[in-house]
């Protein structure tokens, strides 16, 4: 049993590798080490195939990894921990569901909140409007997901992804389905939710402006089998702003980013050590 | 940054007037048009079936085919009126044991289908099983049922039960199977159960499916409630068909034939009504208007 203590970082990943198929099957990822602090927003980026949402699924526990181990919160993964918040590409909304009753689903099944949900149920709707309020979506509320455009849907998607306080947000490319205006925009409403609530967010993403925008480092990950090749913090100041992507600073990472993945896509593995 | 843009040219008085004119008479128009349309909808099937019959008694006529061959409409609707009392009897009979061996199925195709759905398991266990004992035709089931429960209204309760429980099991294990396996991980990574996920996600994606199901399942219910009575029964719509073409009269035969056909019909308005009403949120854009 390891205790949660504050000097320890809120996320370790320690020499973590991920066969498919068994011991003998493919390697997915190879000792990926990793620490997130409390609050920090870390971007993991990388050549498609690479691993990333592997990552994403054992840091959540869905998935055990062959070899290593994962600590949240001071707790060893060994199965799912609800004191994750999930969105991925797709906004995964249930069709028959209001946006209201769409976000509150996480509540019926977490086993912290499903117990008080009925007693609390005002305070939960109340917390449910607060979200929704953050995201532009206040309006919207009694609506179903098909009368909403993709990027509004995906707004939901956030705000169920928070709406039972995770501590740990895990995006998986949330932004990857919409056109560039609207991805934009989601950016800055994601900025303001995470400075509002401050949880450490993991966000899976092949957009290298967007990780840059968004978080305050960067990992790189090489081809498969997924490795951790590259490290960069992000010094701009929160919250960004959108005149910030047009700085040279700003390119300059970007386009630094952009090479180290073209070196991930064309090394084989094992060739290019830790670049940083 | 200065930025420019293209203002909307301003119009006078009198051409925005007379624009707002024609979009008006051009959406009365529209309206109009969709209204014919709705008509034209509604009123098809009913033509097409006239039209069906009227061509039928035509041929009939036309190449003076025996009643006893293929009787004309006319004959079929006079044999109905003469008949009406048995027909309405016999019609009652089937409708009871096709609605009993439907119910059954629904409640048997819902549970079965939830635990296939769910569970790979028993998903791979039980299938092929399943697929074999759909395979067999059911008329050939009928003698040993008859032999188990005697001459009466079980066997034909026991086949429309087994013809119409397998496209509800197929269709709702479908439904609960194929839940995305994103939504699937969202709640899985709060903690959720097997259950929770069937039952928030699974079942009401389940329901177009299975909605779907009971259409294809009311039908083939009566075809073998059916099937058991014409193989030995002592009442039933089939009953009386197998009597009256062991004395020839194939009009009362064709009388039975179409008052199954409106059953069917009927019930599977029923079924299309239900479906309506509880998984709107399915056919979401086909309600325009």
């Known amino acids: ?276 | 940054m200065s930025v420019e843009l293209i203002l909307p040219r301003q119009q006078s008085p009198d051409v925005a007037a007379a624009r707002a004119k024609a979009r008006l008479i051009r959406d009365r128009q529209r309206v109009l048009a969709i209204r014919r349309r709705k008509r034209l909808e509604t009123a098809l099937p009913w033509l097409i079936i006239i039209a069906f019959v009227a061509l039928w008694e035509l041929f009939v006529r036309a190449l003076g085919i025996a009643e006893f061959v293929l009787p004309a409409p006319s004959t079929v609707v006079r044999s109905m009126i003469r008949w009406y009392e048995p027909l309405l009897l016999n019609a009652g009979v089937t409708l009871l044991t096709t609605s009993i061996g439907f119910a059954a199925a629904i409640v048997v195709g819902l549970v079965m289908g939830v635990a296939l759905g769910s569970s790979t398991l028993i998903y791979r266990g039980v299938y092929p099983l399943l697929i074999a004992f759909n395979s067999v035709p059911k008329v050939a089931v009928v003698p040993v049922l008859v032999l188990w429960f005697g001459v009466n209204s079980i066997p034909a309760i026991i086949t429309a039960f087994v013809i119409s429980v397998f496209p509800i099991v197929v269709n709702v294990a479908t439904g609960i199977a194929t839940i995305e396996p994103e939504q699937r991980d969202v709640l899985r990574a709060l903690g959720a159960r097997t259950t929770d996920i069937v039952m928030k996600v699974g079942l009401p994606r389940a329901m177009p499916y299975f909605f779907a199901s009971l259409k294809i399942a009311i039908t083939v219910a009566f075809v073998g409630s059916i099937t058991a009575e014409t193989v030995a029964s002592e009442s039933g719509i089939g009953h009386l068909m197998i009597v009256a073409s062991s004395r020839f009269d194939v009009p009362l035969v064709f009388a039975g034939l179409i008052v199954t056909g409106i059953m069917g019909v009927a019930m599977y308005a029923v079924a299309a009504v239900i479906e309506n009403h509880t998984t709107k949120w399915a056919t979401r854009g086909q309600d325009n208007f």
Not at chain 1, 55 to 75: F, H, K, N, Q, Y
Not at chain 1, 126 to 147: I, W, Y
Not at chain 1, 180 to 188: G, K, M, N, S, V
Not at chain 1, 213 to 219: F, G, K, Q
């Open chain 1, 1 to 276: 049993m390891t205790l949660p203590s504050p000097s320890r970082p809120f996320a370790e990943v320690s020499e973590v590798s991920m066969y498919y198929g068994g011991a003998h099957g493919t390697l997915a990822l190879e000792d990926v080490t990793m620490n997130i602090g409390h609050g920090e927003i870390v971007a993991v980026v990388g050549p498609s195939g690479c691993g990333k949402s592997t990552l994403m699924r054992l840091m959540s526990g869905l998935w055990l990894p062959t070899e290593g181990g994962v600590i949240i919160d001071g707790r060893e993964v060994d199965r799912p921990l609800s004191v994750v918040g999930m969105a991925f590409q797709n906004p995964t909304l249930l069709p028959w569901r209001t946006i209201l009753q769409n976000v509150m689903l996480p509540l019926e099944v977490a086993d912290e909140h499903r117990g008080r949900l009925r007693k609390h149920r005002a305070e939960y709707t109340a917390k449910a409007h607060e979200l929704l309020k953050l995201v532009g979506l206040a309006s919207f509320e009694d609506r179903l997901p098909h009368q909403l455009s993709g990027g509004m849907q995906q707004r939901a998607s956030l705000c169920r992804a928070l709406i039972h306080d995770p501590k740990l947000l895990m995006l998986d490319e949330p932004f990857a389905a919409l056109d560039i205006f609207t991805r934009e925009d989601l950016w800055a409403v994601l900025e303001n939710v995470c400075l509002v609530y401050k949880p450490t967010v993991v966000l899976v993403t092949h957009d290298l402006r967007e990780a840059v925008y968004l978080a305050d480092r960067v990992l790189v990950m090489s081809a498969r089998p997924g490795r951790i090749i590259a490290e960069r913090t992000v010094p701009f100041e929160r919250p960004r702003r959108r005149e910030d992507t047009l700085s040279p600073a700003f390119s300059a990472m970007v386009q630094e980013l952009r090479d180290l993945i073209d070196l991930a896509r064309h090394s084989v593995a094992g060739v290019p050590e830790h670049v940083s």
